[in-house]
């Protein structure tokens, strides 16, 4: 028999994790999270950057705007080239950090296109690497994440701080 050990679901079972069904938008009250619950790993002038809790991929962020916005297209144009940028950056520190083979790069814009949080806009980047859709995908419909997301976080908020990027508000930990 095959075990799967993945000990960041245990506070999701717990009902130590709320939902998004919940009351309040998780996305606009994870910025002010305390350090050891928070899965933020840096910001910028308008977006932050915060670790997937349920990730598709070892190294899933989601860029996502200071302003509780359904759609982009309700973003200012100085918060979307922030959003950009901030993406940009990320793929970066993702390649850095992973050297992952691709990304991919998107957004579910309401529930009916599958949006989990659909009233607070947010942008997708998930690392890819050749062979990442294996047998454990296609015949356990099940994904195997290498690393832990505490963990990830920890390494890309590091490389976060060793690098500049324009207008970047400093997270304190």
Known sequence: MEHLYTPWRMAYIRGEVRSPSREGCI???APGLPDDSSLVVGQSAHVYVIMNAYPYNNGHVMVVPFGHVE??????????????????FVLGLLRSLYRPAAFNIGANIGA?????IAGHFHLHIVPRWNGDV?????TAETRV???TVQNT????RALWRQTHIPESREYDD
């Open 134 to 138: 294996n047998f454990m995908t296609v």
């Open 153 to 156: 976080r920890r390494e890309l």
């Open 71 to 88: 759609s982009q297209e309700n973003l200012s144009d100085a918060a979307l080239l922030d959003l950009m940028q901030t993406a940009n």
């Open 112 to 116: 009916a296109a599958g949006a989990g």
């Open 27 to 29: 996305f606009c009250e």
């Open 145 to 147: 994440i290498a690393d």
